[in-house]
């Protein structure tokens, strides 16, 4: 067994390289170094991956569900969602599966349910109709989230019907204390927005334990941390949602958060192959590219993730890959 110290240093070195700032818009410069350590400091110290990581091998297991739910995007600049949270989501169900056997459901806006399926499909877990998902491994089922509403009816359906033992949000918006939605520059959303914040709403209410992972503070869960986000994102009291989760994981982009809290499991679990690959990594961005994903920060259809080439999350991934199999290691002695 690693040691708790050994896991501690690797979960304080996935937590360095992931939220190593590497982005082209202002607005996001010199933000995501201040808001993990407002959100460490809320949570009693980091590592926040290990943190986040430990939560979900607390509360889930074999056939236990977990949702986990996406989607940023604009009728006019991103119809089918984007490259940060998609990908993320896929490795992180995967890997979850994995790790604990239970049953992940994915959620996300009904434009953007085929973007997410051939992302999940390039990662390696299958789609299936939610009656074989829950029964059949390495599968997932995905779900349209509400814009409407009927969102808040919709949530406590989801809950009664599938009866989650946690929910995730990775790169989902969620509104202001007065009720309004903003992208990461301080804009209004579009209107057709899903409201996942009902589901997390309706969670919180009923116990349910829930993890948020965002880059900018405007994603469910900053709101643990909503003075900071005021404080040093410019827009930051407008746009910082309302939303707290149990654990909230910012990093550089959402999905590096996704696969940060994906190393972490793999070193708890002393499972390194959890690890989605390089080659995987490129497979997931072509292929919710090809499915009309955009990148979030140009608006094209490209292979960036944030304005950042995919070049740099496969070089990500690897390095997480590196640190967690290179740290699991015991007794190592070079021979000169």
């Given at each position: 067994m690693t040691a708790p110290e050994q896991l501690d240093l690797i979960g304080r070195h996935i937590d360095r390289l992931v939220t190593v700032e590497a982005r082209i818009s202002p607005n996001s410069r010199n933000v995501i170094v201040h808001l993990y350590e407002a959100a460490c400091a809320a949570q009693g110290g980091g590592p926040l991956s290990m943190l986040a990581?430990?939560?979900?091998?607390?509360?889930?297991?074999?056939?236990?569900?977990?949702?986990?739910?996406?989607?940023?995007?604009?009728?006019?600049?991103?119809?089918?969602?984007?490259?940060?949270?998609?990908?993320?989501?896929?490795?992180?169900?995967?890997?979850?599966?994995a790790a604990t056997g239970a049953v992940p459901i994915l959620l996300t806006e009904g434009p953007f349910c085929d973007n997410l399926a051939a992302t999940?499909?390039?990662?390696?877990?299958?789609?299936?109709?939610?009656?074989?998902?829950?029964?059949?491994?390495?599968?997932?089922?995905?779900?349209?989230?509400?814009?409407?509403?009927?969102?808040?009816?919709?949530?406590?359906?989801?809950?009664?019907?599938?009866?989650?033992?946690?929910?995730?949000?990775?790169?989902?918006?969620?509104?202001?204390?007065?009720?309004?939605a903003h992208t990461s520059t301080g804009t209004p959303t579009a209107a057709d927005r899903?409201?996942?914040?009902?589901?997390?709403?309706?969670?919180a209410r009923r116990g349910i334990p829930s993890l948020g992972i965002g880059d900018n503070g405007n994603e469910l869960g900053f709101?643990?941390?909503?003075?900071?986000?005021?404080?040093?994102?410019?827009?930051?009291?407008?746009?910082?949602?309302r939303v707290k989760t149990d654990v909230l994981v910012p990093a550089n982009t959402s999905n590096w958060g996704a696969y940060a809290v994906e190393a972490a499991l793999a070193a708890l679990v002393d499972k390194p192959e959890l690890m989605h690959s390089a080659e995987t990594e490129r497979r997931?961005?072509?292929?919710?590219?090809?499915?009309?994903g955009v990148d979030g920060s140009t608006g094209r259809h490209i292979l960036q993730v944030d304005g950042m080439p995919a070049d740099a999350s496969c070089?990500?991934?690897?390095?997480?890959?590196?640190?967690?199999r290179n740290g699991l290691v015991s007794g190592f002695k070079r021979a000169f």
């Open positions: 990581a430990r939560q979900i091998l607390h509360h889930l297991g074999p056939g236990k569900v977990v949702f986990l739910t996406t989607g940023a995007g604009d009728p006019r600049f991103l119809p089918a969602g984007e490259t940060d949270g998609p990908p993320g989501v896929a490795a992180l169900a995967l890997a979850i599966h999940t499909l390039a990662v390696g877990l299958g789609i299936r109709p939610t009656e074989h998902a829950l029964n059949t491994a390495y599968t997932t089922a995905i779900l349209p989230l509400a814009h409407d509403e009927s969102a808040e009816q919709q949530a406590a359906s989801y809950l009664d019907t599938y009866q989650p033992a946690m929910v995730i949000s990775i790169e989902k918006i969620g509104p202001n204390k007065h009720g309004f899903a409201r996942a914040e009902c589901l997390f709403d309706e969670a709101g643990l941390i909503a003075d900071a986000v005021a404080k040093y994102k410019p827009n930051g009291e407008r746009l910082c949602t997931m961005i072509g292929a919710c590219v090809a499915a009309h070089a990500i991934v690897t390095m997480l890959g590196c640190i967690v």
